[in-house]
């Protein structure tokens, strides 16, 4: 095993996985800087939600390595790996997944109460997020008193709450209308270059990849080669996929 350049905070080499036989990943190879934001994207069916989840350690790839800074994520024991999700990384999905007995702010302290975070605390981290996030006046309502778009934010909140060194986000405003999901968008973006989070955002839709800082394009499982040029929202003007 080689270990990855000192630069990327998550690197990726030669990621093969399958679902039921049929090929999801075929060599993908990547590099990602901390506090960069990167879009992955593609059609539908391309391999963008395989990826994150080989990347997150969700997802063990039948082959290839991935490396968090400096530790092994494709050895690491199920255990290990669960440790490393809770402590480390943030996940958005394309829906909410709340759990439904909790009311909003109560979700969105939850992981931090998992860390040992007092409930006083994390009652206040979760009500700044939300606020922060235009869903202020749902934090004393369940999941089921909520519209899907407020759902996606409470969602949104829970995954910032922490401030995570990675964050995932595969879709993540496939539930919102065009405008409020171009709005929750500027926000965790903003969110993620004002505290250094390193974002891997998964999408098919080329004006949320336009605010990464790079894109990485998959087309049926690989990396297609091709010249980005990211609009005024990304760090770099220019970048170069391969
Ligand atoms: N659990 C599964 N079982 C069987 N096949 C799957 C499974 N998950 C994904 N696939 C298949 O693997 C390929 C890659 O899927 P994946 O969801 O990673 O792509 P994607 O780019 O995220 O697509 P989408 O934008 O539709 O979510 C597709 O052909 C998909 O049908």
Same mark, same amino acid.
């Given at each position: 095993?080689?270990?990855?350049?000192?630069?990327?905070?998550?690197?990726?080499?030669?990621?093969?996985?399958?679902?039921?036989?049929?090929?999801?990943?075929?060599?993908?190879? /990547?590099?990602? @800087? =901390? !506090? +960069?934001?990167?879009?992955? %994207?593609? &059609?539908?069916?391309?391999?963008?939600?395989?990826?994150?989840?080989?990347?997150?350690?969700? /997802?063990?790839? @039948? =082959? !290839? +390595?991935?490396?968090?800074? %400096?530790? &092994?994520?494709?050895?690491?024991?199920?255990?290990?790996?669960?440790?490393?999700?809770?402590?480390?990384?943030?996940?958005? !999905?394309?829906?909410?997944?709340?759990?439904?007995?909790?009311?909003?702010?109560?979700?969105?302290?939850?992981?931090?109460?998992?860390?040992?975070?007092?409930?006083?605390?994390?009652?206040?981290?979760?009500?700044?997020?939300?606020?922060?996030?235009?869903?202020?006046?749902?934090?004393?309502?369940?999941?089921?008193?909520?519209?899907?778009?407020?759902?996606?934010?409470?969602?949104?909140?829970?995954?910032?709450?922490?401030?995570?060194?990675?964050?995932?986000?595969?879709?993540?405003?496939?539930?919102?209308?065009?405008?409020?999901?171009?709005?929750?968008?500027?926000?965790?973006?903003?969110?993620?270059?004002?505290?250094?989070?390193?974002?891997?955002?998964?999408?098919?839709?080329?004006?949320?990849?336009?605010?990464?800082?790079?894109?990485?394009?998959?087309?049926?499982?690989?990396?297609?080669?091709?010249?980005?040029?990211?609009?005024?929202?990304?760090?770099?003007?220019?970048?170069?996929?391969?």
């Amino acid at each position: 095993m080689v270990a990855p350049p000192d630069n990327d905070v998550l690197w990726a080499r030669a990621l093969h996985h399958s679902h039921n036989g049929s090929p999801a990943l075929q060599g993908v190879s /990547l590099g990602v @800087r =901390e !506090g +960069e934001i990167l879009a992955v %994207s593609g &059609p539908r069916g391309s391999g963008k939600t395989t990826l994150l989840r080989c990347l997150s350690g969700r /997802l063990v790839p @039948r =082959e !290839g +390595e991935v490396w968090f800074n %400096s530790a &092994p994520v494709h050895t690491m024991t199920p255990l290990q790996r669960e440790r490393l999700r809770r402590d480390r990384f943030g996940w958005i !999905g394309p829906k909410p997944g709340l759990v439904p007995e909790l009311t909003a702010w109560e979700n969105t302290a939850l992981p931090l109460m998992l860390r040992g975070t007092s409930r006083r605390a994390a009652k206040a981290a979760a009500l700044d997020w939300l606020e922060r996030l235009d869903a202020g006046d749902c934090a004393r309502l369940r999941p089921r008193a909520l519209p899907q778009a407020q759902r996606q934010r409470v969602a949104i909140a829970r995954a910032l709450v922490t401030m995570p060194s990675l964050l995932f986000a595969d879709e993540p405003t496939a539930p919102l209308h065009r405008a409020d999901g171009a709005q929750v968008l500027r926000t965790l973006t903003a969110a993620a270059r004002s505290h250094r989070i390193t974002v891997l955002l998964a999408t098919h839709d080329p004006e949320v990849a336009a605010l990464a800082d790079r894109t990485a394009h998959l087309l049926d499982g690989r990396r297609i080669n091709s010249v980005h040029l990211n609009g005024a929202e990304g760090r770099d003007a220019c970048s170069l996929s391969v």
